[in-house]
Structure formats: structure tokens, C-alpha cells
């Protein structure tokens, strides 16, 4: 596993994400402390956070593109409120 600073990945996002598709998990990390982990599509359970929520994980993998993913996150978001 690879750790990567967020300021290394905007300079190699690309690179990066080439070795989290080859397999590879990378943290991030934020002045030196662990943020976020990358890993391979698929590699680890993902948790939705309230029962049910599976439908909405199913609209996020249809949704293909980041603007169809982000809208979804809005109006799942919209509907908890």
C-alpha cells in the first residue's frame, strides 16, 4: 500500500490512478494524516450508512459519469432531509 500527500496527487493524478486500477491501494493523506484510501473498484465493501440505502448504491454505479454520480449524491442526500 502507497501513501500519497493530496498535493502529490493533483501533480499525478493520472499515475496514481493507473496503479489503483492495476491493483494498487493508495492512501491519501492531508499533512501527513491518513484522509481517504483509493482502491480498485470492487476490491472492498462498500458501507451505505442506513438500511436500504442498496438501491442507491445501484443508481451510483448506473450512473456511469461524475455529473450522473454527483447528481445522485444531491438527490440522495435531499431525500434524508
Do not use: C, F
Amino acid at each position: 500500500m502507497r501513501t500519497v500527500p493530496l498535493q502529490e496527487l493533483k501533480e499525478h493524478l493520472a499515475d496514481t490512478i493507473d496503479a489503483v486500477e492495476a491493483g494498487e491501494r493508495v492512501v491519501l493523506t492531508r499533512r501527513n494524516r491518513p484522509v481517504a484510501e483509493l482502491m480498485p473498484y470492487g476490491a472492498g465493501e462498500v458501507s451505505v450508512g442506513k438500511p436500504g440505502g442498496g438501491s442507491a448504491l445501484r443508481r451510483l454505479r448506473s450512473a456511469k459519469r461524475w455529473g450522473g454520480i454527483l447528481r445522485t449524491l444531491a438527490d440522495d442526500r435531499s431525500q434524508d432531509r
